[in-house]
Antibody, heavy 116, light 113 residues
Framework: EVQLVESGGVLVQPGGSLRLSCAGSGFPFRNYWMHWVRQAPGKGLEWLSFINNDGSRTTHADSVKGRFTISRDNAKNTLYLQMNSLRAEDTAVYYC?????????WGQGTLVTVSS | DIVMTQSPDSLAVSLGERATINCKSSQSVLYSSNKKDSLAWYQQKPGQPPKLLIYWASTRESGVPDRFSGSGSGTDFTLTISSLQAEDVAVYYCQQYFSAPYTFGQGTKLEIK
């Protein structure tokens, strides 16, 4: 069974840093492109970042470019999102998702709250 | 960046009736290699992650009921639920996966009338 499990979401102060993790299982993790998508409370989905299967190619949304960095460790079947210079508007549930065509599997999400 | 615009923002339909949600992209999302549109539809119920319903604009994901169908091409796309069931109450999103950033529409909230 394909599973994606996010972790690392906590309450953090503005300006702080956080690293989210997404552990994949039940599929050959190294073969798949992966994404991070977030959803602010009561709002829609916002695509954030993508990484190709071997980690050689990444792209970030303008809203997080220069502050967030996606990476992966295929030996550990884990996707990461390093989040720096956090702002109140980064408060959201963060999802990791696998993609083939469209995002066919999603994790349950991890909540990041940025507040003093 | 490709802007995805859905209409309407919310929709109320009677049980058993047809529901139609539209999605317009600001530029073509046609993938030249296979001549298919790089457009996906998702369903999101409260407290759950999104669920992939449709990809390549009209291909139903495995396990998705056949009352869900996708159509359209170029820049105009439609998700149709042929006979609304109570369990279809959700927010529906379109997404283009043609080019990064892989933008979503703003969502359409579907309710029972």
């Amino acid at each position: 069974e394909v599973q994606l499990v996010e972790s690392g979401g906590v309450l953090v102060q503005p300006g702080g840093s956080l690293r989210l993790s997404c552990a994949g299982s039940g599929f050959p993790f190294r073969n798949y492109w992966m994404h991070w998508v977030r959803q602010a409370p009561g709002k829609g989905l916002e695509w954030l970042s993508f990484i190709n299967n071997d980690g050689s190619r990444t792209t970030h949304a303008d809203s997080v470019k220069g502050r967030f960095t996606i990476s992966r460790d295929n030996a550990k079947n884990t996707l990461y999102l390093q989040m720096n210079s956090l702002r109140a508007e980064d408060t959201a549930v963060y999802y990791c998702a696998r993609s083939v065509v469209g995002n066919d599997y999603w994790g349950q999400g991890t909540l990041v709250t940025v507040s003093s | 960046d490709i802007v995805m615009t859905q209409s309407p923002d919310s929709l109320a339909v009677s049980l058993g009736e047809r529901a139609t949600i539209n999605c317009k992209s600001s530029q073509s999302v046609l993938y030249s290699s296979n001549k298919k549109d790089s457009l996906a539809w998702y369903q999101q119920k409260p407290g759950q992650p999104p669920k992939l319903l449709i990809y390549w604009a009209s291909t139903r994901e495995s396990g998705v009921p056949d009352r869900f169908s996708g159509s359209g091409s170029g820049t105009d796309f439609t998700l149709t639920i042929s006979s609304l069931q109570a369990e279809d109450v959700a927010v529906y999103y379109c997404q283009q996966y043609f080019s990064a950033p892989y933008t979503f529409g703003q969502g359409t909230k579907l309710e029972i009338k």
